[in-house]
């Protein structure tokens, strides 16, 4: 255990060649180190967009989260799959103030409802109470900010009494070992939590985001689990096999061609993947699939992976299976968030 | 008999109208190999999808439709193309569900009809009437296959009159399906006492969405309308609708102004009964009146779009106001130009132009670019084309504050480099004026603010960041020599073209005013590949504006001479003034002293090759007589002056004394006053060229 947890781990080194062929250059090509300088005309410090994804981690440590975030919160964080956004610094907002921010969403969706398209009269007949909660233990620095959960439970127009609330959606803002640099350059009244997951209907996460906005002066983007990181987690995840044993690896490519063309690779049983084997691993597979399939998986890109300790979609899409690789899991999103703001 | 309009339809300006006429056509008209038909309909459907139908073509196509006038194939078919594009009249859906009870038309049908109904609900322009049908309505409910749909209708009619007026008692023996105990459940709500069933409390879901066919098009065309959608729909509703994985683009919508009401509660109530919201401020007196107590919206995007905000925003020096409007700004940016991805976000310009224009209308009117879209553009010029949005990119580009020496090659020289060499002549002269507009906000924001401290310059008013001035003329001597070493290199893949080389010299007209105009003591003196093209250009303008510009380095260089004791503050090093000595001497022996290629003049090409060339005299092939650009003049020159005392054409007479002096005045009067400047000040001793032939 102990090794597994002093050990640096590097990007996996094959997908470079694979993002200078992918569309989104853009992505990878947008963050470049020389902007800090010219950003510092707010008076920040340089290092506030001098960010680009970390070549190296350390692997997987393991957290005993549990022990310190209440066990209800921690269930609900990790049986859901969340689908990931990030968020704009929030402006004015004040972890003392959750219990009149739940007031105010709860009228807000109900405003919502009432101007809403026919078509979803389902609300209609239902009322929703919204919950604003601290989920204390999670943060890793004193520069991270305390994450907030929030819930939405419906309630029947005719239900009785003793019928339990039925949580219909649910959301957090989180941020993990967020860059220090970054979260000390902002402002007193900015507080950052720039990785927003939600899970429920999308008309309800549209109303939720759009009251943050409102509330907040912030911004929800989709956040796509790049390449790289999709690689990355895959790395962290499977570097745990001494805890839980990787019952399966299941990666999805999706290659350029037509008729478009899936790949999925599944490795079940005992197999060892160690961290240093990722890159190599990789770099086999691609080999085999070329020997044998004529398919040069780094044309594609790879759209998923799961294991056993959870899973990540490209479109934003992620589940952790285990709380303890929470932290890891959420440290390198909350990375990846923050490199999508825009300043 | 086939169809009675006009054959010469076309598919212009506003064929909608005819089409329409066309078609309350009289029953039985055949449909199977009728092309009139189908070719309205087509027409109909295009319109439909990319900007929805008027409320009065709405009331035709579905008269049409529901009429059955040419069958049943043809009434699903206009069902399913009655996209609103602002609202539906009642009295043409009161009409059609009257049509529903005539019996012809096929279950299926009259299910899709119901469905477009809820679909379009909220866009139906007043429900009263169709409440006043409520009874008719609800006799459908009988119907096994309608009844969902019928139940889904009634319940959004639902009001506690119509409640009493219908019998409930049809309704029980149907079973309990959830549309119909949504349905009871409500009445049950307005009614207790006439509903006996007992409600289940735990109702699954009893509708579901019917809005499958038109949905994506109602969306399409309502983002396209803007708005011009009526207030029955309220924008509000329609960005609650968005599919967050079919994303629409929404995020280059300016938010709305409204004040900071949710926050009222946390602040103290003292202060917030005197502060005003910049929503209620509609003139500049008002804004002056309540400028100590102006409260900023709840969303700093929203300023955008009101210039009284920006002023309010141009004066209030508050950071995180500024970088609220920053953070939303960039994102906007980012997500339509950086993150759009595989989403090919880029193609939808007709929303990012004006919004961009906007943009830069207001860096504009702020007098400078904001960090964030500073920020995009470094990221953006790595992936840009060159040719999206062009215009409005170039314009944002040269709103950039002076950026640090060290970092001025990686973020802007790099990229720009690439998308020069590789874009047509346009793109060249296009960012030629760019970095034209970038030095000079640059300059303006040194001949501002240098004059409040010597050495150190505040370079944006709203932030604190402060440059050295050495460091401030390393940037823009960086700058110099990069469009000096684009223009040099374009120039020669251009073939000097003198569009291009007219934008290099408007540069190069900046460039040599630096002192002069803007008080920065620099001097950087074109490189050889953009002195000798401007020299040799066959246009007489590009050689004249080469003239004005080694004029006024003249006067500047002259000025150091009298000054020498500035010399180590000016970046001037014996080189520089070597280099325009050089020059001078150069454009005085080419133009005047008809002493092209002698040894000391830089241009050595061997005397046999000269000769080889067989070019008479080709030593006084660039003095003004003889130089391409000026040949016409001189010409000109000889026909009108030089033949009263000659019969033969001898251009070479012109470099006489007198008719010197004469052309030079003939040149002098088309407009040259590049020239004449250049020739007050750098041959003002000898007069006349030195005639060698």
Redesign the interface.
């Given at each position: 255990m102990e090794r597994h947890q002093n050990r640096e781990t590097r990007t996996p080194r094959n997908n470079v060649v694979v993002h200078r062929r992918r569309k989104s250059k853009s992505y990878r090509l947008s963050y470049r180190s020389g902007l800090g300088a010219a950003d510092s005309r707010l008076g920040w410090s340089p290092a506030l967009t001098a960010r680009r994804l970390n070549t190296s981690r350390k692997a997987a440590g393991i957290s005993n989260i549990a022990e310190r975030v209440d066990p209800g919160q921690l269930a609900l964080l990790v049986k859901t799959e969340w689908q990931l956004s990030y968020v704009t610094p929030l402006h004015q907002f004040r972890h003392t103030q959750l219990k009149s921010y739940a007031r105010q969403l709860s009228a807000f969706i109900a405003a919502g409802k009432q101007q809403g398209l026919a078509v979803e009269v389902e609300g209609l007949q239902t009322t929703f109470r919204v919950s604003f909660s601290l989920v204390q233990g999670m943060t890793q620095s004193d520069e991270d900010a305390e994450s907030v959960l929030v819930q939405i439970h419906s309630k029947r127009l005719f239900a009785r009494q003793d019928e339990p609330q039925k949580p219909v959606w649910s959301g957090w803002l989180t941020c993990i070992n967020g860059n220090p640099d970054y979260l000390r350059a902002l402002p007193k009244d900015f507080v950052c939590l720039p990785l927003f997951g939600c899970s429920g209907a999308d008309g309800l996460s549209a109303l939720v985001k759009s009251w943050f906005q409102q509330s907040f002066d912030c911004c929800f983007g989709l956040l796509e689990i790049s390449h790289t990181s999709l690689q990355w987690l895959m790395a962290l995840w499977t570097n745990c096999h001494a805890e839980s044993g990787i019952q399966h690896l299941k990666m999805i490519w999706t290659l350029p061609a037509a008729p478009p063309l899936q790949v999925t690779y599944t490795e079940a049983g005992e197999n060892y993947i160690d961290i240093e084997e990722v890159t190599s691993f990789m770099q086999g597979l691609k080999s085999h699939f070329y020997r044998h399939f004529r398919l040069d998986l780094s044309a594609g890109s790879l759209n998923q992976v799961s294991t056993a300790l959870g899973s990540a979609k490209y479109s934003g899409r992620m589940k952790i299976s285990n709380s303890r690789y929470m932290i890891t899991t959420l440290t390198l999103l909350t990375e990846c968030a923050l490199l999508k703001m825009p300043i | 008999t086939i169809c009675p309009n006009p054959p010469h339809m076309k598919i212009t300006a506003k064929p909608f109208v005819s089409v329409l006429v066309f078609f309350p056509l009289e029953a039985g008209t055949p449909v199977n190999g009728n092309d009139e038909v189908e070719r309205n309909m087509v027409l109909v459907e295009k319109l439909a999808y990319s900007k929805g139908l008027s409320p009065e073509a709405i009331s035709i196509m579905l008269e049409f439709a529901m009429s059955l006038r040419m069958g049943t194939s043809l009434c699903a078919r206009v069902l399913k193309c009655l996209i609103p594009a602002t609202l539906v009249p009642q009295e043409a859906v009161v009409r059609a569900v009257v049509w529903l009870s005539v019996g012809k038309i096929p279950v299926s049908t009259q299910i899709l009809f119901i469905k477009w109904v809820?679909?379009v609900?909220?866009m139906i322009d007043a429900k009263d009437q169709l409440r006043a049908v409520y009874g008719f309505i609800f006799n459908f409910v009988t119907e096994e296959n309608l009844c969902p749909f019928i139940c889904?209708l009634l319940?959004?009619l639902t009001r506690k009159e119509s409640v009493v007026s219908c019998s409930m008692l049809i309704l029980f023996p149907q079973g309990r399906q959830p549309f119909l105990l949504?349905l009871l459940?409500?009445y049950k709500?307005f009614c207790p006492e006439m509903v006996m069933l007992s409600?289940?409390?735990?109702?699954k879901?009893?509708?579901r969405?019917?809005?499958m066919p038109w949905k994506s098009a109602l969306i399409a065309v309502q983002k396209g309308a803007g708005p011009h959608v009526a207030a029955g729909?309220?924008p509000?509703?329609t960005?609650?609708?968005?599919?967050?994985?079919k994303?629409k683009r929404c995020?280059l919508e300016l938010?709305v102004m409204?004040s900071v009401v949710?926050?009222e509660?946390?602040t103290e109530p003292s202060s917030c009964g005197k502060v005003v919201p910049l929503v209620q401020l509609h003139s500049f007196a008002q804004l002056l009146e309540n400028m100590h107590r102006i409260e900023l919206p709840?969303?700093?995007?929203s300023l955008l779009g009101s210039s009284l905000a920006l002023q309010y925003l141009d004066c209030v020096q508050d950071?995180?106001a500024?970088?609220?409007l920053?953070?939303?700004?960039?994102?906007?940016?980012?997500?339509e130009?950086?993150?759009c991805?595989?989403r090919g976000a880029s193609q939808n310009s007709q929303e990012a132009l004006p919004f961009l224009d906007r943009l830069l209308s207001t860096q504009h009117f702020l007098q400078e670019g904001f960090?964030?879209s500073?920020?995009?553009l470094?990221?953006?010029l790595?992936?840009w084309d060159g040719s999206l949005l062009r215009p409005q990119i170039l314009g944002l580009l040269s709103n950039i504050?002076v950026?640090?020496s060290?970092?001025i090659r990686?973020?802007l020289f790099e990229p720009l480099m690439q998308l020069f060499f590789t874009s047509s002549l346009f793109f060249k002269c296009g960012l030629m004026e760019c970095l034209n507009n970038m030095l000079l906000k640059w300059l303006t924001w040194h001949s501002v603010y240098a004059l409040e401290d010597d050495l150190d310059i505040s370079?944006?008013s709203?932030?604190?960041?402060n440059m050295t001035l050495s460091g401030f003329k390393d940037s823009v001597m960086e700058l110099v020599d990069f469009v000096g070493r684009l223009a040099s290199l374009g120039l020669q893949l251009e073939g000097c073209h003198s569009l291009l080389l007219s934008f290099v010299l408007d540069f190069y007209e900046t460039v040599c005013d630096m002192f002069m105009k803007y008080g920065l003591p620099l001097v950087v003196m074109p490189p050889p590949g953009v002195f000798y093209p401007a020299l040799f250009a066959t246009d007489p303008v590009s050689v004249d504006r080469l003239a004005y510009i080694m004029h006024r380095w003249g006067l500047f260089t002259s000025c150091f001479d009298n000054a020498a004791m500035h010399v180590q503050a000016f970046h001037i090093s014996r080189q520089m003034v070597r280099e325009f000595n050089h020059y001078i001497i150069v454009m005085v022996n080419c133009l005047w002293n008809s002493k092209m290629f002698q040894l000391d003049m830089g241009l050595s090409l061997g005397e046999d090759l000269l000769l080889k060339s067989k070019v008479p005299q080709y030593w006084a092939s660039f003095d003004l007589v003889h130089h391409p650009a000026f040949m016409s003049y001189a010409v000109d020159f000889h026909h009108r002056v030089m033949l009263a005392w000659r019969k033969d054409m001898d251009l070479n007479s012109i470099k006489d004394s007198k008719p010197w002096s004469w052309y030079l005045e003939f040149l002098v009067s088309q407009g040259y006053d590049g020239l004449k400047q250049f020739v007050q000040s750098n041959i003002g001793r000898q007069q006349l060229p030195a005639d060698e032939g």
């Open positions: - | 809820l679909t609900f909220d889904h319940y959004l949504s459940s409500l709500v409600i289940p409390s735990r109702i879901s009893g509708f969405n019917h809005n729909i309220s509000a509703s960005t609650i609708k968005t599919n967050p994985r994303r995020h938010p409204t949710s926050k509660a946390q709840a969303q700093m995007g950071e995180s500024l970088l609220r920053n953070f939303w700004l960039g994102y906007a940016l980012h997500e130009f950086l993150f991805g595989d960090s964030c500073e920020a995009f470094y990221k953006f790595n992936v504050p950026v640090p060290a970092q990686q973020l370079l944006n709203h932030t604190s960041i």
